[in-house]
């Protein structure tokens, strides 16, 4: 006991000065106008400790898509993504990156549009390439080319994640899908309860986009841009989106592009969201060029 | 794609269904009036899925203790302890308990008391057996012996816990120690800023109840009471408490009492008590006896 | 360094005194003459540390099978068995009990029939059950019942143990199946190269007892039965047995019988097989009624 | 079913002729003449898949270093790293390096010298420096600076890959210190048991390199080298030697000399070792130089 030669009080008071004072990696969200939307759309971002001290460094970029009914801030508030990331960066399992969640949803019933696909009346897809992506790369120091840029995402989110690096190969270095929504049979299409249903659109439109036809029918070209894109998919045993990760990795494997594939414990819930992101992060950080 | 017979969205709303319909594992606070303190005390307790319909069945308790300035709400809205054991519980790693966090702390400055040994004019172990622990075990159908009651805790909690272990053998079968504030030295005390300062009290308190000191001072016989409870201690690599958490160890090994240890990565942060429920909910589960 | 009392070196050979003086652990070959087969099988068996010390003590059992071409030696040479029960034994993660591994192969070159299943002019079944079972079980100190027996093996092992789990419900509490072979398609049969071809009859044998047919084709009352033991599959992502436990673990989530399924990182491999040992272990444990 | 085009027989048999046909991962043990030692020392180095097509790659380079009593074949024959290296690799965890493991021991029954330091008549370290490191990064395409290069070991192999990493702080860019021999206290010296003992000098050499001392005798400027090395110290919670580990991890944090800490389950066993090259060969993977 000799030994300890400063109070844990004092430490711990210490530890809040050094908060205070020290750099911290932050949080923050912000609102961008789109034209393509006709609409104002929040977004929350995560900059890393040394971001403010060092004025001239550039760096890599994590676009994070949520699901269904949440918002930009569900990653943070609930998969305490900030708090991953400071562990991880500590440690050197990830590298220090700039996070962003873009708002691609919130309650059908306050009339929100969900989705990150093209639909309707809500070019999601065309604000996030020609807006967003854009918007978001100038405003913060970031390095801005494909080897330097991944997407990851939970259920819808993993779904648009998968989707996005699909499209846009020139785009993502990396995607990680988590408990991803990758696909959804015709017949499992929402009826539209009334016209202009969002919920029917947004469901028409994943159909329209399955991430799992998508491999299945790409020819060769195609094929050989997708393996420029490193691949993972995470998916819990009990989750009722399994059968549709398993066709995409099955899919993926025939077409032989390279994937990572895991199902580990839990159902479609944020404790498996949470505790994938100990391997995406590690997993987007390897694959960005240094 | 031929065998998917009920579409994503009418699982969904299956899911819906079963959630409101099926028995769920629930979780509820209520408050005690204690004439010990002579206050009232809340606390929040876990019930799991199959305590509805069973009722005549009887479950092992896990005492579940908070940390500095947190209340009983701390494990349950951060500490995700309801998710973490639905899912547990699901994979068969953990047995079904009920897990109750009393209250004992809340914010110095609104003037609440933190700490879980006696104090003066603040007798909170005496509480906790005398009135506490029987009015759970009487309220809820606990089985109510040795061999199904643990405690765990995390920081101050994971000191509390520790101790309640040491002083209690007869009430607790296993002890899992988070993060835990396992001693003060005597210079590290606070200093009151008035008198009858609630925080000087407080570390005065974990200065007497040293559970390094406890150890080193005890007798054989008081060794021979420790080793019918099963240890666990779980600190950070980069926790400020790590050294108070390495000298109960290897205070432990010296007097031959069998204590698990483990360092992982992290620091003293909420991230790392979370992640510890994964290992403490299994190991209080295999030290219920069947 | 002042607290250091005894030399590393003093440590080292008290270690080794310890080692030859303390109980431990062990294993142990012996071979048993099977009418049956004609023939004599070998076996591999562990015994736990205390299995000497507590001559009245009766313990669970776990038939650990191997795969092709290897024999009742391979979990111990190449997949440490041994060391690891040891570690999770001393941690509390596995409960002591009696591994034993019976030689169902060797190389097709040397003339060996390998199998679990029963086949033309090789009954390994029926030796199992009839003959090598019984012996076992009186030859050691085992408690001799379903909830004190499980089965869990690798490869052509993992499909045998799986078999045996469903041909023989009433024999085993829970089934691990590693990298399994659960299933060949017909015209995967190995083409006879001479009569009496014996990788040829064992393909056939797998064939015939497709553990994923067998599920599919199980009637209410059989799924009952399998409802009676706990599942866990495990494989690789790289393993190229992975479809066929896809299959199984859909199949068996179609019937309603609880299964748990992981895809870990790897192939199949030793370094696959050997790290699910750390799951198997725990599991079967957990599974032992106590 | 029907979408299996190709049966298992045929994969295990492609399987077979793409092992014998493609590049693969490669293991070689060769023998150098020492004219510091006077004596032949054998080696074994890991060459990955890559190594024979891509001619003109120079790739990083981990030296690994055995126990006490072992050789340069024990990581490779029970630690099995030549099997952990092709998953990590094929998973990305890991980048393609290669390993060297340099003979550094053998029986002391049989009169082998062990050690890594200069010993009187046995100067080690001068051999591995000036003869050992020029001649494998000559024979081998190695890229062969610091940013490329790091050293790992196993208990007294970690105490030398610790030491290594200390006095030559220019040649390593990472260390990964397994169950390591820090050091040993001066009465913890094995008496001669006649002139020229070799166990005795051995610890001689340890203490006279003490790992603790080291840090805690190292001035600023030797601290700013020390700083300029990526630390990882991973030690079971049953190791005997796990005191000594503490005692070097709490002098490198007085130091402010980072250091990553990990205590996982376990003693000192080849399964404590082996699971560490899961934590290990990452570690260094990310620490060289892109």
Known sequence: ????????????QLCLVFAQWGPQSKTESHT???KVLG???EYTVY???SY????????PVLYLLHGMTDTDKAWFWRGHVHEVMDQLVASGEAVEMIIVSPNAGGSFEEGH????????????????????????E????????????????????GGGATGYGQIHTELFSSVYAISALMSIPQHGAAQPREPGDKLAILTQSVIDNSCVKYVEEADEQRKEQLRTVKWFVDCGDDDFLLDRNIEFFQAMRKANVHCEF???????????????LYTCLPFVSRNFEK
Chains 1, 2, 3, 4 share one sequence.
């Open 113 to 136: 549009w969900n989705g990150y696909f093209d639909m309707p009346d809500w070019k999601y897809d065309t604000f996030f390439c020609t807006e967003f992506l854009p918007h978001i």
């Open 39 to 41: 609409a104002d759309r």
């Open 1 to 12: 006991m000799k030994r300890i030669t400063l109070s844990i009080i004092a430490l711990c």
């Open 138 to 157: 100038s405003k913060f120091r970031i390095i801005g080319d494909k080897a330097h840029r991944a997407v990851s995402g939970l259920s819808m989110g």
């Open 52 to 59: 403010e001290a060092e004025t001239d460094r550039k760096y």
């Open 47 to 49: 900059l890393p400790k």
């Open 32 to 34: 961008l106008h789109s």
């Open 262 to 276: 895991r199902v580990r414990d839990g159902g479609h819930t944020w404790e498996y969201f949470h505790s994938a």
